[in-house]
Structures are given as structure tokens and as C-alpha cells.
């Protein structure tokens, strides 16, 4: 069993930055892509950036693309979203994921099988 447990989340102005953390349980966590998502009050959870196993390949959602970075520290079993010039429109509770492969190429929540609790991030006007 895979246990994911975000933290760094709170309350910023807009500009503001915040770096989420999100630390694995288990000696598996090298061998799959990792994921961050996002759902707003009312919305629906939504693709936020993806790193492969070795974290030589990233990707963005348009929304946040130039603004945020993911990143991981194998070592640590942690994978982090560094989220600079934030906006009101970032507040949402955050989510990691584990994707289903080393690669992790889907931007869909039926490509990961493993589910942090969330971290609420909210940006102020």
C-alpha cells in the first residue's frame, strides 16, 4: 500500500509564491511518474503537471504552464510543485498522484492509482 501526504498549502496574496511537498510512502516511488492536480469549489479536478520516474521530462496544463514547476527528489521520495505570480483563480485543493507507469503520459485521474489527501491552496485578490 501507497500512502501520499501533501503539505505546504495556505492562504497568499496573489503574486505570492508556494511550494507544495508531496512525500511517498514505500521503495517504489523511483519507479513511477508522479502528478499533481487540482479541484476548485464546484469544479471538477483537473490536470495541474506530471514529471516521469527519473524527472527528465515534465508537463504543463496550459493554465500554469510558466508559472509553476514540478519537480522530485527520489532520495526522498518526494515530488514537490514549486507554484510562483499566483493567482486567484489557483485556489483549489491540491492533490498528488502516482501515475500507472514510469512515464505517466496520461492527463486524466484514471492514469494514477494513488491519492494524496490534498492540500488547500488559497490565493487572495
Known amino acids: 500500500q501507497v500512502q501520499l501526504v501533501e503539505s505546504g498549502g495556505g492562504l497568499v496574496q496573489a503574486g505570492a509564491s508556494l511550494r507544495l511537498a508531496c512525500v511517498a510512502s514505500g521503495r517504489t516511488f523511483s519507479s513511477y511518474a508522479m502528478a499533481w492536480f487540482r479541484q476548485a469549489p464546484g469544479k471538477e479536478r483537473e490536470f495541474v503537471a506530471r514529471?516521469?520516474?527519473?524527472?527528465?521530462?515534465?508537463y504543463y496544463s496550459d493554465s500554469v504552464k510558466g508559472r509553476f514547476t514540478i519537480s522530485r527528489d527520489n532520495a526522498k521520495n518526494t515530488v514537490y510543485l514549486q507554484m510562483n505570480s499566483l493567482k486567484p483563480e489557483d485556489t483549489a485543493v491540491y492533490y498528488c498522484?502516482?501515475?500507472?507507469?514510469?512515464?505517466?503520459?496520461?492527463?486524466?485521474?484514471?492514469?494514477?492509482?494513488?491519492w494524496g489527501q490534498g492540500t488547500q491552496v488559497t490565493v487572495s485578490s
Open positions: 514529471i516521469n520516474w527519473s524527472g527528465s521530462s515534465t
Open positions: 498522484a502516482r501515475a500507472l507507469t514510469k512515464w505517466g503520459t496520461s492527463v486524466a485521474s484514471r492514469g494514477y492509482d494513488y
